[in-house]
């Protein structure tokens, strides 16, 4: 991604005076509605925002939220330029290997969506010699990568780039989150256009274990913070209410073991 941008955007409520350094949370300049995307003056809206406002307070922490491009987010962490990740970051090994991660905030599955009519399964036959779109860097890339090796595999900036090419008949199918899916299916533009192929079979090393904040390895009381912040979140009813205004089922996914 590009250097690190700070966003305007309200320093959120101390919840400890004893915290006495800024936290800086980076998320992705890309749009990424509904879970975070700036409005004309650079200020973050959507669930993943206000959730992330709500786990900074319970964790006591000032966090200042701050942005760069979407493959910029890792090397500003392990660069020291931002103390947390909080865009939408998949858990995975590979990840793993550069950085660490909090306990899960969220976790929906990948899908893929297609022009209506079209004739083709989500399997590796199904999608083989077609082009598939998906966001650079992503999990959903790796998944492709991994899954889909006979298809041809287009890479984009941002998802919705990825939506307007299949809407324009310039891609066969794209693979993304199903909620992302959902709301592309949505518009004005998905349903002239296109048609879900349903959840793709969940592979835990390409898609990860649910979303989590991406902090520095070695980091560890911030990440014990976090942890308890989120769990503080899930059970006092902040949780549940911050997502009551964007979802109408529980974003959470299913329950750690």
């Given amino acids: 991604m590009k250097r690190v941008l700070t966003a305007t955007l309200t320093t959120l409520?101390?919840?400890?005076?004893?915290?006495?350094d800024v936290t800086r949370?980076?998320?992705?300049?890309?749009?990424?509605?509904?879970?975070?995307?700036?409005d004309a003056g650079g200020e973050l809206h959507g669930w993943e925002v206000d959730i992330t406002r709500a786990i900074c307070e319970a964790a006591g922490l000032e966090c200042e939220l701050v942005t760069t491009s979407w493959d910029g987010l890792i090397p500003a962490l392990t660069g020291d330029k931002i103390d947390v990740i909080a865009a939408s970051l998949s858990i995975t090994d590979k990840r793993r290997e550069t950085i660490a991660f909090s306990d899960k905030y969220y976790?929906?599955?990948?899908?893929?969506?297609?022009?209506?009519?079209?004739?083709m399964e989500a399997t590796r036959e199904g999608l083989a010699g077609k082009s598939l779109g998906v966001q650079s860097a992503s999990i959903h890339q790796a998944y492709a990568q991994a899954h889909y090796p006979e298809a041809t595999l287009r890479q984009y900036q941002t998802q919705d780039e990825a939506n307007q090419d299949l809407f324009a008949g310039r891609l066969d199918a794209t693979l993304a989150d199903r909620l992302i899916i959902e709301q592309f299916l949505e518009s004005r533009e998905g349903q002239l256009c296109c048609e879900m192929k349903g959840a793709v079979i969940q592979d835990p090393e390409t898609l990860g274990e649910g979303i989590g904040f991406g902090i520095r390895q070695g980091d560890?009381?911030?990440r014990e913070r976090l942890n308890a912040a989120i769990a503080e979140v899930r059970a006092d009813g902040t949780y549940d209410e911050i997502t009551a205004r964007y979802f109408d089922f529980d974003i959470y996914g299913e329950p750690d073991t």
């Fill in 220 to 222: 560890d009381a911030l």
């Fill in 13 to 20: 409520c101390l919840a400890s005076v004893a915290q006495a």
């Fill in 107 to 119: 976790q929906t599955p990948a899908a893929l969506a297609v022009a209506k009519g079209t004739e």
């Fill in 25 to 38: 949370v980076g998320f992705a300049t890309e749009p990424y509605p509904p879970f975070a995307t700036p």
